[in-house]
């Protein structure tokens, strides 16, 4: 112990503290028998997430995998699913040794190393500023377990935001201050870029403003602090660079997205839309609210579904990281102005706040931090916790040196407060919410009693006395806000119901959906009978799966009338290809076709894509290529599905009406034809003829009616399309029989990278029917083949290697420089 530093000693404590509190806030998905896979108010966990890993695991360990995907909907670039998140990475690896379902058991204990590596990188981060050991370890704590990492990091890939954050922010400061390590800051921003776009865009705004507000307060002239400016913005410029390998591909699958479109008609709406508040006054209470908790409002799925927040529990702001925090924020306001600092830095620390006021009051910030989106979005609100948390640090140290303090500001937060945790305590359905109130409550106003002390004591003796018991008190409030974010939850089990005990809870579930006591009757969603391995890993699925395999040579795509597991994500699990999916970036040109011609293909929003739903609507199958359906049902319509063999509980059809991935067409209406002529008064009637008879292109003919189609001609109808069935995704060929010019369109979605060739001839991709991929080709037989290339992947990967070299030559050139200036010396 003697060659351990004081420094290492505190944060080898903090890494414990951290630990033994994840222990307990995780206790049941440690030791007991539920697994970190949420099917509430964190259903993406279990709808989504998850069932990337498994498609992903499952492509790894068939040997099959490429970067593209018809496994997930009608198809995607798999690139953007693919950040270079280690933890990702690492609960792939999992999964691929111990199977797509086996793997879940390891998110807990993922989580758990985000949380004590957030909390060590803020403490590293933090030790760049004159604070104690002490001020570090609770503002680090605090940080390790603050609300943001702990909601959005259910969504698993969301948490090392909280990580990146702070690293980004230790290497600029040292960047800023000329110290050693300062060119790990490029590093610091490549790691950030090959993990997400969209948080590398929030976390380098924040970056920017930082590396401004804090030359403002140390440059020792405004040349100087002009010069170091621009350099700082050519550093993060060329970690940005040397992220393109993976940071250009995913930008421009973000592109394909309906998610990125235009929000705003001219600048004066968009001003208007920054600058006025926002109507839904639940957004200042939300504000409030969730600085002290953020389970006071209630979950949006759980219970009675009485959410009261703004937008839902995960867009509402989340801001906690304890309410000693908020305590420190008001008191730091009103005292800082009074203390030793330069006035320079006083000036620009409240002209900081005073910005995050404004971008906070209005929706400018949820707009900006969004990409320039509407509508704005909360999830930006990460990176103001670093910053409370320096300012609690501040403020910790504050006190301990005799500082003093405002008694109105403590009455202030301390009435606030309780009318937090009282609103809270009322709105609660379960009694462990109840106790949480009542928790945060207590620690709070003891968080405020010590203060006071320490304001108005100077006995050093009972100073000692009450900063211990403030360090103990604030533990207990943030491991008890974090312990009830992962209680009551619906959650998967790690074992399925037994046969045996599946009657018995079955009746005890619907027993207490009838009681009159609305915590029973709430709770009995956590007593529900599961099935979910039994379903989604089901062997009589796999048996089916593969005699189709044994017998059909051709690409086609097999669904279900029934949901297992998951509402629209079981091919990824279950290694098929159907058309049903769950996908927040969905292709934008896909998403404008069922928007105009299938709008009952969604399912409760926009986002999701579900064929068993609409089974019964065979003829929009057969257009999406749906030959096989398996379903539950032994006695379908066979006027519509003809019944091929059972295997077990599962019944395998053939669609009646011819199911293919291709199709191929003599003539071509407009797009503005068909999106005029599928309106919705006259959809029903007119889509499926419009898409049997024709295909819509950008420059094709315009007609006012369907009364103005073409008859199908007997060269059309001897005409044909075969597609093979691909061995990986990402390379599809087939072979075209055609009667006359035509086109030919493939039921993938028209998107950049896909590269055709007919005869070995590349041919130009035309879109088809607003969202497919399609291409012209002459009467006659012909070779096709369909290549993906994850656009800007080349580019990129060229661009990010001349940025590396670029990096590489400064550091040599650098450090040639130091060892001259050195020898001069000497």
Request: proline fraction near 2%; glycine fraction near 8%; charged fraction near 20%.
């Amino acid at each position: 112990m003697k060659f351990i530093t004081k420094e290492s000693r505190t944060r080898l404590l903090l890494l414990a503290a951290l630990f033994f509190s994840c222990l307990f806030i995780f206790r049941q998905y440690i030791f007991g028998d539920m697994v970190m896979v949420f099917d509430d108010v964190g259903g993406d966990t279990w709808q989504q997430y998850t069932m990337y890993y498994a498609d992903i695991v499952n492509h790894i360990r068939t040997g099959t995998f490429s970067l593209w995907d018809f496994n997930n909907g009608i198809g995607i670039n798999l690139f953007a699913f693919l950040q270079a998140d280690p933890f990702m990475i690492l609960i792939c690896l999992i999964g691929v040794v111990t199977g797509p379902a086996h793997m879940l058991y390891y998110l807990v204990i993922l989580q758990m190393m985000k949380i004590l590596l957030a909390g060590w990188v803020f403490y590293w981060f933090i030790s760049e500023f004159a604070y104690s050991r002490q001020a570090k370890f609770v503002a680090s704590f605090a940080y390790g377990l603050n609300g943001f990492l702990l909601v959005w990091g259910q969504h698993y890939q969301f948490g090392m935001a909280v990580i990146y954050l702070p690293l980004i922010l230790l290497f600029e400061e040292k960047f800023i201050r000329g110290e050693k390590g300062r060119a790990f800051f490029p590093v610091a921003v490549f790691l950030s870029g090959i993990y997400s776009v969209y948080f590398t865009y929030m976390t380098l705004i924040c970056a920017g403003f930082y590396l401004i507000f804090r030359l403002l307060m140390e440059a020792e002239n405004f040349r100087s602090g002009i010069k170091k400016f621009f350099c700082g913005c050519g550093q993060i410029i060329l970690g940005i660079g040397m992220s393109l390998g993976i940071f250009l591909p995913m930008a421009e699958t973000l592109m394909n997205s309906s998610r990125v479109e235009p929000s705003f008609n001219g600048i004066a709406d968009f001003l208007k839309k920054c600058f006025l508040p926002y109507k839904n006054i639940m957004y200042y209470k939300s504000f409030v609210m969730r600085s002290f908790s953020t389970n006071l409002q209630n979950l949006q799925t759980l219970g009675d579904s009485r959410y009261e927040g703004y937008a839902n529990y995960y867009e509402a702001p989340v801001l906690f990281c304890s309410t000693l925090a908020v305590i420190f924020l008001l008191q730091f306001l009103l005292v800082f102005w009074k203390s030793d600092e330069k006035k320079r830095v006083k000036r620009t620390v409240y002209g900081a706040v005073a910005m995050v006021a404004v971008i906070t009051a209005f929706p400018l910030g949820g707009i900006v931090f969004n990409s320039f989106t509407m509508p704005p979005t909360n999830r930006y609100t990460y990176l103001l916790i670093v910053f409370e948390l320096v300012i609690f640090a501040w403020m910790w140290d504050h006190l301990q040196t005799g500082g003093k303090i405002s008694i109105t500001g403590l009455i202030i937060t301390e009435v606030l407060m309780l009318y937090a945790y009282k609103r809270g305590y009322e709105v609660s359905v379960f009694h462990e919410y109840r106790e949480n109130a009542v928790i945060l409550a207590v620690t709070g106003s003891f968080m405020t009693l010590g203060i006071l002390v320490l304001d108005l004591c100077r006995k050093r003796a009972v100073r000692n006395v009450v900063t211990g018991c403030l360090i103990c008190v604030l533990a207990v409030n943030v491991v008890s806000e974090a312990g009830i974010t992962y209680t009551d939850r619906i959650c998967l089990k790690k074992t399925d119901t037994s046969a045996e005990q599946a009657a018995e809870q079955t009746k005890k579930f619907e027993e207490e959906l009838k009681s009159e006591d609305s915590e029973t009757k709430a709770a009995a969603v956590f007593d529900r009978p599961q099935n979910y391995y039994g379903e989604l890993y089901s062997q009589e699925v796999q048996d089916a799966l593969a005699y189709l395999r044994e017998n059909d040579p051709e690409f086609y795509r097999v669904e279900k009338n029934y949901s297992s597991g998951t509402v629209s994500m079981d091919s990824l699990a279950q290694n098929y290809r159907g058309i049903s999916t769950y996908n927040s970036v969905m292709n934008g040109n896909v998403k404008e076709f069922v928007n105009t011609c299938y709008p009952e293909f969604c399912y409760l929003d926009r986002n999701r894509y579900t064929f068993w739903q609409i089974a019964d609507d065979n003829v929009f199958g057969s257009f999406m290529g749906v030959r096989y359906l398996l379903s539950k049902d032994g006695k379908l319509d066979d006027s519509k599905y003809e019944f091929i063999k059972q295997f077990g509980s599962v019944y395998l059809y053939r669609n009646k009406q011819e199911g293919n991935t291709a199709w191929f067409y003599e003539n071509a209406i407009s797009e503005k034809s068909l999106k005029k002529l599928c309106r919705k008064e006259v959809r029903e009637k007119n889509r499926e003829i419009l898409l049997k008879n024709v295909i819509a292109v950008e420059d094709g003919k315009d007609i006012s009616d369907v009364s103005q189609l073409p008859e199908i001609s007997e060269e059309q109808q001897n005409s044909s399309v075969t597609l093979k069935i691909p061995e990986k995704d990402s390379y599809v060929t087939g072979n075209v029989t055609a009667g006359t010019d035509g086109y030919v369109l493939c039921m993938i979605p028209y998107e950049k990278g896909w590269e055709i060739t007919v005869d070995g001839k590349e041919t130009e991709a035309v879109k088809g029917d607003i969202g497919f991929l399609a291409f012209k080709v002459d009467k006659g037989e012909h070779q096709i083949e369909l290549t993906y290339h994850v656009p800007g992947l080349r580019s990129g990967m060229l661009a990010g290697g001349v940025c590396w070299f670029v990096y590489l030559g400064i550091l040599i050139f650098n450090n040639k420089r130091r060892k001259k200036k050195l020898i001069f010396k000497r």
